[in-house]
């Protein structure tokens, strides 16, 4: 890690969990505060970053994609050689 970097502490598994609950938000992104465990939830991750930012300027936060694995997923096939 960078001398200065912030490290990224994930959030609590009752924070996750309560998150990846919200059926009805479900394909948005939450972007959570792991100090505080309020979350921010967006179509993008823009979105959710922004809300975010304003209410905790100088914090890291957590992203994930509600009722899924993973934020972003490339579904394509490498070109052959």
């Known amino acids: 890690m960078k001398p200065g970097a912030a490290k990224v ?4 598994l009752t924070v996750m969990r309560k998150v990846q609950s919200l ?3 479900k394909g948005e ?3 959570i ?3 505080t465990g309020k ?4 179509k993008t991750l823009n979105e959710a970053l922004r809300k975010a930012e304003n209410k905790f300027p100088d914090h890291v936060f957590y992203a994930m994609r509600i009722g899924s ?3 972003y997923e490339h579904k394509g096939i490498a070109a052959a050689k």
């Open 9 to 12: 502490r994930r959030p609590s």
């Open 69 to 71: 694995k993973f934020i």
């Open 29 to 31: 992104i939450a972007v």
């Open 39 to 42: 979350y921010f939830l967006g």
């Open 33 to 35: 505060d792991p100090e």
């Open 23 to 25: 059926r009805s938000h």
